[in-house]
């Protein structure tokens, strides 16, 4: 398992507004560049192929979103209903000209809550279902079928698919930014039926560690096939597995 990124969506019982208070200040500059490259090789020849709209649910600070806006000249809806990573999502498209702008909508809550009906024909799960709940995840699956049209492709990044044996220790990347250098790692160990992701940072100056902080996520594995039953409950079909394994894509069957 590589570096998995904060995850997009919060455990049940805690608020969205709060699920990135720590984490929404150094996910860009220690894991952005990296995962900017990524999505665009996981998900860009499908988005260049668009032809009614991309649907990135959840959007975090906007990689998939911004790549979709750049790659495709259709419309993007990007779901974030964290407001701590929807802050930057909606710097990063501010500074976008009118061109972009006039074809993205950020809509600030659960895919469910958003009443998007047909709105695409290509939907991306990107680092966002292994953080949902088993109950919340299969919740999600009938509101994609929704919002995509007929034969719509979604896209969905896997989750774990087995807790962990060990605990596992991943350094995240380090990078200087003027007179401070940012990093951090990731912790990863199971706690009864999930697993447990805790993120510490640091930033470091004049040869001290200026400040600590650290922020726990909650991530629930599941196999390929478990995710393949789950969506063809709701009319999707499997389609061949994708070059990176890591990536599980379907086609919305039903009309």
Known sequence: MTVVNAPSVDPPGRQHQDAYAISAEFYDVLQGERDEVRVRTLYGDDVRRALVGVLDVGAGTGRVTLMSLLESRVPVHAVEPARSMR?????????????????????????????????????????????????????????????????????????????????????????????????????????????????????????RVLRRHAETFWMWPASRAELIAELEEEGFLALPERPDASVLAVRLARP
């Open 87 to 207: 802050t930057p999502l909606m710097t990063r498209l501010t500074s976008l000209g009118a061109e972009f702008t006039a074809r993205v909508t950020v809509h600030p809550q659960g895919l469910d809550e958003t009443g998007l009906r047909r709105v695409a024909d290509v939907a991306v799960c990107h680092n966002t279902v292994a953080c949902l709940h088993p109950t919340s995840r299969r919740a999600l699956w009938p509101a994609v079928a929704e919002a995509l049209v007929p034969t719509g492709v979604l896209l969905v990044q896997l989750p774990p698919a087995r807790l962990p044996r060990h605990r596992t220790t991943h350094a995240l990347p380090t990078r200087t930014v003027g007179r401070h250098e940012y990093g951090g790692r990731m912790v990863t160990s199971a706690d009864e039926d999930r697993i447990r992701a805790r993120f510490d940072y640091w930033v470091r100056g004049d040869g």
